[in-house]
């Protein structure tokens, strides 16, 4: 249960470290770290840090909005000024336009949750994400051009717009055992490496559909379910080490994951104090 006064500032301030935080956690298959830049010839962990230092302000803009309206409309203007500033900042790069929509409305939902309850748990974040959002983007058509709603039309599958009309259930599902395994080791990596596999084994990554395929989707997710059934949390870290290799040379890059780990983390930050007083620069 979180106990802790939420302000805009607050809010803010966590999303953006979220992104830090997941940028920062390796190995994540493919995907970029401040260590390589995975399966990406585009961008690397430098791309990402200049991409997040421009969100600073958008969290909170957006949280403040979202506060006092309901206008989805003046909410999605903001989003697509920070979307813009961003690719003014990386050179055209996608880096967080995931995030930017994700992160974006569970802000705006925390900080009205906050405002009716004092003392609220990750149950009712969820609801409250069900109350908000559902029927504004159903009746939002989003680009048809994007990989995201190519990939819908193409495989039929959950992707980023109903994944967040479900309130993001998977995130909610995995952040109890997140938090625990978080608390266990004191290991950012061995967390978010958790929240990788439980993701791409559940999930159906847009990114890898629209790059690789369906096949490739379907080898991503054997090599992670091998990944899942090593117990010992070394070994498969060290087995995951060798998979980002094999995925980085294969092209394998699941970033809508990487999207939802970030929501795990602001999360994580939310309803767990160590978590939000963890210091990313000390140690992995």
């Not at 802000?107 to 029927?135: E, G, M, N």
């Not at 117990?231 to 980002?244: I, S």
């Not at 994580?268 to 160590?274: A, D, Y």
Request: proline residues 4%.
């Amino acid at each position: 249960m979180n106990t802790t006064p939420c302000c805009e500032r607050s809010l803010a301030k966590m999303a953006v470290r979220a992104l830090y935080l997941e940028v920062k956690a390796y190995p994540k298959p493919g995907l970029v770290s401040f260590i390589d830049a995975g399966a990406h010839v585009d961008m690397d962990g430098e791309t990402f840090y200049r991409s997040l230092f421009t969100l600073r302000h958008y969290f909170y803009h957006i949280t403040k909005k979202g506060r006092h309206t309901h206008c989805f409309e003046d909410l999605k203007q903001i989003a697509i000024e920070a979307e813009q500033g961003m690719l003014e900042k990386t050179g055209g790069v996608n880096t967080h336009r995931g995030a930017i929509f994700a992160l974006g409305i569970v802000c705006v939902s925390v900080i009205r949750l906050a405002q009716a309850k004092t003392r609220f748990t990750p149950a009712d974040v969820h609801q409250q994400l069900l109350r908000d959002w559902p029927k504004h983007l159903q009746l939002h058509a989003g680009n048809p051009d994007s990989h995201g709603a190519i990939v819908r039309r193409q495989y039929k599958v959950i992707d980023a717009k109903q994944m967040a009309i479900q309130g993001y259930a998977p995130i909610f599902q995995l952040l109890p055992d997140f938090i625990d395994i978080f608390l266990n080791t004191q290991s950012l990596d061995f967390a978010c490496l958790f929240a990788y596999i439980g993701l791409l084994q559940t999930m159906d990554d847009t990114n890898i559909l629209y790059k690789k395929g369906k096949l490739g989707l379907d080898y991503a997710q054997a090599k992670v379910r091998e990944l899942a059934v090593i117990d010992c949390l070394f070994t498969r870290h060290q087995k995951a080490t060798e998979l980002h290799r094999l995925f980085s040379k294969a092209g394998i890059s699941p970033g809508g994951v990487a999207d939802l780990i970030g929501l795990l983390l602001f999360l994580g930050q939310l309803f767990c104090k160590p978590l939000r007083e963890y210091s990313p620069v000390c140690s992995n």
